[in-house]
């Protein structure tokens, strides 16, 4: 089951994205301390910050499978 995302949607992923970038910025990717700038769980952020670095940033969509 693919969810149909709106533009809103997408829009707010970037801004929430690019928020969490800056804050691991202005801590030297110090998880704990932007976990806690952030109000968020330190695994949550993690997770976030693995996913983040395993995605291509060209074509997100090339390379991926078709569900069925």
Do not use: C, W
Not at 3 to 29: G, P, S
């Amino acid at each position: 089951y693919l969810a149909a995302v709106t533009a809103d949607e997408i829009r707010l992923r970037r801004v929430v994205a690019a928020h969490i970038e800056r804050v691991l910025e202005a801590t030297d990717h110090n998880l704990s301390l932007a976990a806690e700038l952030l109000g968020m769980n330190r695994r949550s952020l993690q997770r976030y910050a693995r996913r983040k670095q395993e995605r291509p940033k060209a074509n997100h969509r090339a390379g991926r499978k078709k569900k069925r």
